[in-house]
């Protein structure tokens, strides 16, 4: 019996179909299986924006496929927009929203299977979250990425150098209407902003996940590519609820192990270290940081997309896409390939007839950018949980460095010192109190990163925070320090001056002060008063996790 029997069969059941009528829907539908379209359409995000014609598409490909489709809403925040206020201490924290919003959708309407219709930082992970958790057949159909916007002088341009161009003109070297040109150009269309960012690496992810059709993460948001992938992700549902597909049956232990290694080639954000393993704790299965780095190692980068380069998106879709990329892996037998996916087909048969076709886009396995991957998680006393950083858009000469800390409680108390030419060559600026429960909320710290950039410190200056990052950054960007300082790590004793030594390639950070004086300073430590006292962040900062754990909640 299909679970839409529970509303729309029998005599027991003629009040629930009494209400299905109410809503004009005929007995040859409800006689069909109930299909969710699980949309996030709205007219905030510009990732958004296009939804209601994708959830259009993936409706026609359920109706083809003999479903009957029924949109209801998912939220989602731009973090874009959100950033450097308070609004994106409700970032991270909407992941959890979206993914209890849409069980408790799922389970009280009794759908027999799921399209999510997704696009941004964490909306995309919060139905991933909601898919595994429960295991109905269910396919995902992004939105598409932005495309990148050009300059007068013809340069390419994109989100992360909007916000550096505001450094530039805090240093002087940008004036108000250079500024205006980036207002103009940096996000010329719909869709998620165009550089391998939060929003794009996640959908990529799942693809590599096996959640998502080929091209879910790369065919742009403008392509009517994009519309006929959207009517195959709605006739492909249909196939995974008659052959019985669910996705615990494709997000594997496996699974994870080829989307970690997807992330070291590509390059993706920091951001997904904080959302795969919350991912994979709904789907029944342990990531820890460690996995990472051992992936790391051996999984050379492959990719240098922006922020780390100059290259956007839809030169990835040129390329070949996701799938190129993996089949690059392949070669040294890098992923797993006889999982199944959304497809119904195993990784090893998607990829059969896959080329890469621009190798100067996706490096050829034997001339990687790095023998090691994209992301690496450092440990020391302080991090002994561990922290993030996206080596793969550091400056070779930032791999390894030791300066003096500049500490900051906050990320508003970072800005001015940055934009006030406090900082200077060989500082550390240490932004702590931001973390899951500190915060809370965790929020992005794109704002000092790109100042730092935008002021010419790029290459001279690092930044360590309890607090994450944006796809966008780049530099010598730490994040996820854990154990937060709002729980009493170590980052809550460091003061002004203190020497801190980085060292990426061998993934250490070490706070360089004797123990002895660390006990006199952990004797005096009090814990500030919680930032937010009531509504849903003083809940959510009870509740949530650390984030070497995926900022879960308990």
Not at 63 to 82: H, K, L, N, S, Y
Not at 376 to 390: D, F, S, Y
Not at 400 to 406: I, K
Request: some cysteine.
């Amino acid at each position: 019996m299909m679970n839409s029997h529970q509303v729309t069969q029998g005599v027991d059941r003629a009040p629930n179909r009494s209400l299905f009528n109410a809503l004009g829907y005929t007995r040859e539908e409800l006689d069909r299986p109930l299909v969710g379209i699980v949309s996030s359409y709205n007219e905030i995000v510009p990732g958004h924006m296009n939804l209601d014609k994708i959830v259009e598409a993936v409706k026609a490909g359920v109706r083809m496929a003999g479903g009957t489709p029924i949109e209801f809403p998912a939220i989602a925040v731009c973090d874009g927009i959100a950033m450097g206020h308070i609004g994106m201490k409700y970032s991270l924290v909407t992941r959890d929203l979206i993914a209890d919003s849409t069980e408790a959708m799922a389970l009280a309407h009794q759908f027999d299977a799921l399209v999510m219709v997704p696009n941004c930082d964490k909306n995309v992970p919060g139905l991933l979250m909601a898919a595994a958790r429960l295991n109905l057949p269910t396919i995902f159909c992004s939105g598409g990425p932005m495309m990148a916007g050009h300059l007068r002088d013809g340069r390419r341009t994109c989100l992360s150098h909007m916000f550096e161009a505001v450094g530039a003109y805090h240093a002087g070297t940008l004036d108000e209407t250079g500024v205006d040109e980036y207002i103009e150009n940096a996000c010329p269309t719909c869709g998620s902003c165009s550089g391998m960012y939060t929003a794009n690496s996640m959908n990529c992810l799942t693809e590599v996940l096996g959640m998502g059709l080929r091209g879910n993460g790369t065919i742009p948001a403008v392509y009517s590519a994009r519309l006929r992938l959207a009517k195959h992700a709605g006739m492909q549902v249909m196939e995974l609820l008659k052959k019985n597909i669910r996705p615990r049956d494709i997000m594997t232990a496996e699974a994870f192990e080829n989307a970690l290694a997807m992330d070291m080639a590509l390059g993706c954000s920091t951001n997904s270290m904080l959302h795969l393993p919350a991912i994979a704790k709904e789907a029944g299965v342990h990531i820890n940081l460690d996995i990472a780095n051992e992936i790391s190692r051996r999984t050379p980068n492959l990719c240098h997309l922006a922020p780390a380069g100059e290259t956007y998106m839809e030169d990835l879709e040129r390329a070949g896409g996701v799938y190129a990329v993996m089949k690059e892996l392949t070669k040294k037998g890098l992923l797993h390939t006889d999982l199944l996916t959304c497809t119904g087909k195993t990784v090893a048969e998607n990829l059969k007839e896959v080329e890469n076709l621009d190798e100067t886009l996706i490096r050829p396995i034997d001339n990687p950018y790095s023998q090691s991957g994209g992301i690496a998680v450092l440990k020391g006393n302080l991090a002994e949980m561990g922290c993030v950083v996206k080596q793969s858009a550091v400056a070779p000469e930032m791999m390894t460095h030791e300066g003096p800390a500049r500490v900051f409680d906050s990320e508003e108390e970072a800005i001015e010192a940055i934009y006030n030419k406090k900082i200077v060559a060989g500082d550390v600026v240490v932004i702590r109190y931001e973390g899951p429960k500190g915060g809370p909320g965790m929020r992005e710290m794109l704002n000092p990163t790109s100042a730092i950039c935008g002021m010419g410190l790029g290459e001279s200056v690092a930044l360590i925070t309890d607090g994450r990052f944006s796809g966008a950054t780049r530099g010598a960007a730490i994040g996820h320090v854990s154990p937060e300082a709002a729980e009493g790590g170590l980052i809550a004793l460091v003061e002004e001056g203190d020497p801190i030594a980085i060292d990426i390639p061998n993934c250490s950070i070490r706070l360089l002060v004797s123990e002895e004086e660390l006990a006199k300073r952990r004797a005096a430590w009090v814990c500030p008063e919680p930032k937010v006292k009531t509504g849903y962040l003083a809940r959510y900062a009870r509740m949530v996790s650390s984030a070497a754990e995926g900022a879960t909640l308990s």
